[in-house]
């Protein structure tokens, strides 16, 4: 049996933010001009990564890395990023906060 360490699996998980950006993409903006895709799950604690359009300026996109919790519909963390790199080191950072809240409650 193959242990893996904690920053291991943050690291294994963080590789899905590089798919989750190329699909978010293709995802329809919703009403109020955000698109949102997950990286990462633990239980009702979810990474996400969120495209905001700036409609003022089309070309512009905000770029989010969030800590939500599904079953209450709440963001507990986020931060916005300037890039992809910048977004991987904060949601590495997310990611062991939501296995924390997970492992706790």
Not at 33 to 43: C, D, K, S
Not at 46 to 59: G, K, M, N, S, Y
Not at 78 to 91: I, K, P
Request: net charge negative; proline share 3%; hydrophobic share 35%.
């Amino acid at each position: 049996m193959t242990t893996v360490s904690t920053s291991d699996v943050n690291k294994l998980r963080m590789d899905q933010l590089y798919k989750s950006y190329m699909t978010l993409g293709l995802t329809p903006h919703s009403e109020n001009g955000l698109r949102a895709i997950p990286v990462a799950h633990f239980g009702a604690f979810e990474v996400r990564l969120i495209e905001f359009a700036d409609r003022t300026q089309p070309e512009r996109l905000d770029l989010w890395i969030e800590l939500y919790r599904q079953d209450t519909q709440t963001s507990i963390d986020s931060c916005r990023c300037q890039d992809l790199d910048e977004a991987e080191n904060l949601g590495q950072y997310l990611i062991s906060q939501a296995r924390e809240l997970y492992e706790s409650n």
